[in-house]
Every structure is written in structure tokens, then in C-alpha cells.
């Protein structure tokens, strides 16, 4: 059985100090992964959307099930 622990030093509380987010980066590390170039109708870059606080996370993303549009799970 492995266990990971880290030591993230900060000013304040837990709350100014964003330990919950940097606790979420090392257990969950962000996956990068890079495809082959093909055509497609996106062009050379394309985002898929854009949060303007640090208070949010995004969790999943997902095309729905019928119709074109994009289902997002957030956790604030």
C-alpha cells in the first residue's frame, strides 16, 4: 500500500492559503496526453471554456448524450 503526503508552507489560514486546491493537485494530478494532427472544424487551438475565479473547480466535461452541447460538473 503506498501513501502520498505533501508539505505545502503558507501565510494565514487554510482558506488564504489554498491548501484544499494544492491538496487536489497532487491527488489528482491534471492528464496531458497529444494526438496525431487531422482536419477538423476547430481550427489550430480551441478552448473549451474559461473561469475567472480560483474559487471554482471544473470536475468533469462531457458531450451530452443527444444534441451538441457540452454538460460541465463544477465544485465550488
Known amino acids: ?3 502520498v503526503y505533501g508539505i505545502y ?3 494565514g489560514d487554510w482558506r488564504k492559503g489554498k491548501s484544499d486546491w494544492q491538496s487536489a493537485r497532487l491527488g489528482q494530478p491534471l492528464l496531458v496526453f497529444r494526438t496525431a494532427p ?3 472544424k476547430l481550427g489550430r487551438s ?3 471554456l474559461r473561469l475567472n ?3 471554482v473547480a471544473v ?3 462531457k458531450l451530452a448524450e443527444s444534441g451538441d ?3 460541465s460538473g463544477f465544485r465550488s
Open 1 to 3: 500500500m503506498n501513501f
Open 46 to 48: 480551441f478552448s473549451l
Open 9 to 11: 508552507g503558507h501565510e
Open 38 to 40: 487531422h482536419a477538423g
Open 53 to 55: 475565479s480560483d474559487d
Open 69 to 71: 452541447q457540452l454538460l
Open 59 to 61: 470536475r468533469a466535461v
